[in-house]
């Protein structure tokens, strides 16, 4: 496993795109990657290791890329934590059943992220009811 001293202590334009490797892996984890941390970077199931990482990088380089804020990383990581623990609710049983993301199909995790990533987009939990 890479420390962060020695993430840090790379050249700035290998910073630089390892923060754009990240930034991808995020958005995969968040989409197709169905939430399995291994997906993250150096194999990393850690999400909030993860996204300490990358906003120590993002203040680590002296021009701030423009395809990525701090505020950006800190709402990507909100979203990958609420996720996996919307996920870890739903998948323990403990969720209402109304809501199609809870059924046993074996579809359940294409449903689940379809109306999960809806309603982080619009700031609430939709729910489908039969």
């Not at 496993?1 to 020695?6: H, P, R, V």
């Not at 997906?39 to 290791?49: M, Q, R, S, V, Y």
């Not at 990358?54 to 395809?67: C, G, Q, R, T």
């Not at 990581?77 to 993301?101: F, R, T, V």
């Amino acid at each position: 496993m890479y420390t962060l001293e020695w993430i840090l202590s790379r050249p700035e334009e290998f910073r630089y795109q390892l923060l754009d490797r990240m930034r991808q892996d995020c958005n995969y984890y968040l989409g197709n990657g169905q939430l399995y941390g291994n997906h993250l970077w150096a194999g990393n199931d850690n999400e909030e290791e993860h996204i300490t990482i990358m906003k120590a990088i993002w203040h680590s380089l002296s021009e701030k890329p423009v395809w990525l804020t701090l505020a950006q990383i800190v709402d990507t990581g909100e979203k990958m934590l609420m996720m996996k623990h919307l996920w870890g609710i739903c998948s323990s049983g403990l969720a209402d059943p109304s809501y199609q993301i809870c059924s046993d199909h074996h579809d359940v995790k294409v449903k689940f992220f379809d109306i999960i990533l809806f309603a982080v987009e619009d700031g609430f939990l939709m729910p489908a009811y039969k």
